[in-house]
């Protein structure tokens, strides 16, 4: 693609919003108010807004490779106290996609400078449910399934966040959802985790019982 077509499509882009509303970026600068933070991967094919359906303004968005919540990564934890302090987000989604080259690369081990650490994520991923993927024969069907299992994991490591258990003690919202896309479809496939459920389970381990914290 013709890099000055970006600008052309930019240019296009703006005639027909003003087109259909001629305040429509005055409003847009007003603010934001999005009820959803969306977690994604970076993977070109999977672009949130469009295969959502949703406008500028209607989501939050944080996409990195592999769609992973690290938890010593500045990044996303300034994104999620930002969306669930200040934006009050509703929902907090994290969406896999199948045929996700990070999955792939944490199932084949190889040195892969930077990718290392980053993946190192995804492997112990892979390591907690190796009983389970190693019984799947289906090397498809396993990749498959370790896009799901990461999904779930990365959905964990988000209650983990005391910015989120702060806000679930104060209002008993964010609610967590765990999403893959299937590039193969473009079938969105809600993976229904019951992630209250989910917390219960490790709540020995990892609530921070926040409230104390809390000045709101
Ligand atoms: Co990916």
Redesign the pocket.
């Known amino acids: 693609m013709d890099f000055n077509k970006i600008f052309k499509n930019n240019e296009a882009w703006v005639a027909e919003k003003l087109a259909l509303d001629a305040q429509y970026f005055e409003k847009l600068a007003q603010g934001q108010q999005p009820e959803f933070l969306y977690i994604g991967?970076s993977?070109s094919r999977?672009t949130a807004e469009d295969l959502m359906g949703v406008l500028p303004g209607e989501v939050f968005i944080h996409r990195n490779?592999?769609n992973l919540v690290v938890s010593t990564d500045n990044n996303i934890n300034a994104v999620v106290q930002y969306a669930v302090e200040h934006l009050k987000v509703k929902h907090i989604i994290v969406c896999g996609?199948y045929e996700?080259?990070?999955?792939k690369a944490a199932l084949n081990p190889s040195d892969m400078g930077q990718l290392n650490s980053w993946l190192q994520t995804l492997r112990d991923v892979y390591r907690f449910h190796k009983t389970e993927l190693d019984a799947i024969e289906d090397t498809q069907t396993r990749f498959d399934r370790l896009v799901e299992l990461n999904v779930r994991e990365q959905c964990i490591n988000i209650i983990k966040i005391d910015h989120v258990q702060r806000a679930w003690y104060n209002t008993g919202f964010p609610t967590i959802h765990g999403w893959v896309f299937d590039v193969r479809t473009g079938k969105l496939i809600d993976l229904k985790l019951d992630m209250k459920k989910i917390f219960q389970e490790v709540r020995s381990i990892y609530d921070l019982h926040p409230l104390i914290h809390s000045a709101k």
């Open positions: 991967c993977d999977v490779v592999a996609h996700c080259g990070g999955v």
